[in-house]
């Protein structure tokens, strides 16, 4: 097979929460196979500035964007900026997200919207801007991040799960409407990674560590490098026919129903 199908050479990829966590990894493989990352945060200028640096220090080519990913108005203009002070952006992947562990029953209704505002609304808000230049183009990549609460649900994540169960779906519908356009849209669904966001239920002997460890066939935390493969298999040419799916990259979680924690 021609290594050039997974080549992103001379492509812009847009990972919009990529100053840190799984969408730093997933940028690092994209710039590591060639792309020019354009990095979004939102949380302060020197967090991007760190992390450029960090790109840099690995050979990869990033420009640095601070915006609101749920600021539709923002968003409009960091994508015009974008384009006029780096090019047009061929790769989106909309990363960027929240997530609150609260029982349903005590969770205000504010916190609730304000998941589904960053983990759902905001994926439109960028793909709609950005899709408008792939059509125009006849081209482009976009993937939005679910997971496994696309599928299951979890005690206190239900805000969460409404979300990644939305983006699923919400692919699913952008590739039924801009797959005409050869735009490929789809999803990576990552398992349980060892990430500043699970760092809480992820310490050694916490009883969710134990859990995820036991009900993952693969038996541990998913490094998050492991997420660069699929990032750079749907950023690339060779997923050229692919649509509307969701690449599960979970150790196997979602191929099984679990084992008790006695069993091998
Ligand atoms: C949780 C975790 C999960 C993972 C990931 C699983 O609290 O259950 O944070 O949400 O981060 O989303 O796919």
């Known amino acids: 097979m021609s290594i050039s199908l997974f080549d992103l050479t001379g492509k812009i990829a847009l990972v919009t929460g990529s100053t840190h966590g799984l969408g730093m990894s997933m ?3 994209l710039g590591k196979a060639g792309a020019t990352i354009i990095v979004n945060g939102n949380s302060s200028q020197e967090k991007i500035d760190a992390a450029i640096k960090e790109y840099k220090a690995e050979g990869i080519t990033a420009y640095g964007y601070k915006f609101n990913v749920t600021d539709e108005a923002q968003v409009i203009d960091a994508i015009q900026k974008i384009q006029s002070e780096v090019g047009n952006i061929d790769i989106l992947i909309n990363n960027a997200g929240i997530i609150k562990r609260t029982p ?3 969770m205000e209704v504010a916190d609730f919207k ?10 439109f808000i960028v ?6 230049g792939m059509i125009q183009r006849k081209e482009g990549k976009i993937i939005n991040i679910c997971s496994m609460m696309s599928e299951l649900g979890r005690n206190t994540v239900g805000a969460y799960a409404a979300a990644k169960g939305g983006l699923k779906m919400l692919t699913r519908n952008m590739a039924t409407e801009w797959a005409k356009h050869n735009i490929q849209i789809n999803g990576i669904g990552p398992g349980y990674f060892a990430t500043s966001q699970t760092a809480p239920i992820r310490v050694d ?7 995820i460890v036991n009900r993952t066939p693969s038996g541990k935390w998913g490094d998050p490098e492991e997420l660069e493969g699929a990032a750079i298999f749907l950023s690339s040419k060779a997923s050229n026919f692919v649509n509307g799916h969701i690449v599960y ?11 008790p924690s006695n069993e091998n």
């Not at 304000?114 to 994926?123: A, F, K, N, T």
């Not at 793909?127 to 408008?132: A, F, Y």
């Not at 002997?205 to 859990?211: L, T």
Request: hydrophobic letters at 40%; glycine letters at 12%.
């Open 104 to 106: 349903l029953e005590d």
């Open 114 to 123: 304000q998941v589904i505002d960053v983990d759902l609304v905001s994926p």
């Open 249 to 259: 990259v979970d150790g196997g979680i979602l191929a099984t129903i679990g084992k």
């Open 205 to 211: 002997g916490h009883p969710f560590n134990d859990f």
């Open 127 to 132: 793909s709609k801007h950005v899709v408008k």
């Open 27 to 29: 940028a690092k493989g």
